[in-house]
């Protein structure tokens, strides 16, 4: 995955409008499914009261979140959720990275390459993900540990080893 550059401010703009949509979309659906299922399937009794309808709630809010799945899925390609879909890319390649970190940064000591490689892009794509996302609080431990990485690759810098990184790469450790 190749590093992008996005406007934070756009960024921003469209990550806040597409969580309302999705929670707005998700609570609608949730409701509106739960009680047709209520309507369709609930038999009736007399004193609704004491009519329990939890397990047509839990299955409405269980296929609104499918239905939303499948929605977002089906619009993350177009173009106006592209940094929210880059971004979110990103914090699963982290993910997968921070699983394997230890081993990672044990070989890196060890001058192995591919190793060098993905600390690179993680901590330059991290740094990226945590000022789009306001972070400031774990800014400083991702710069002190740039600065580790940057004193064990010598001459090249963090950027121009973070264009290596391939997701195979990861995989391997």
Sequence with gaps: MKLQEIDKVQYRKRLNIVIAAFIGCFAVLAVIIGSVLIELFAAPIVDPETQNN????????????????????????????????????????????????????????????????????YYVSLEQVYHLDNNTLTMSSVKKDQEKTKALLGEQT???????????LVKAF
């Design 158 to 168: 963090l950027e121009q080893q973070a264009e290596n990184f391939q997701l195979d």
């Design 54 to 121: 939890f397990k047509f709630n839990i299955a409405g809010v269980i296929i609104a979140l499918l239905m939303m799945s499948v929605i977002m899925n089906h619009f993350k390609k177009h173009p106006f959720m592209v940094d929210v879909y880059y971004v979110w890319q990103l914090k699963q390649i982290h993910n997968q990275i921070y699983r394997k970190l230890v081993r990672i940064k044990r070989a890196a000591e060890e001058k192995d390459v591919n190793a060098l490689i993905i600390l690179s892009f």
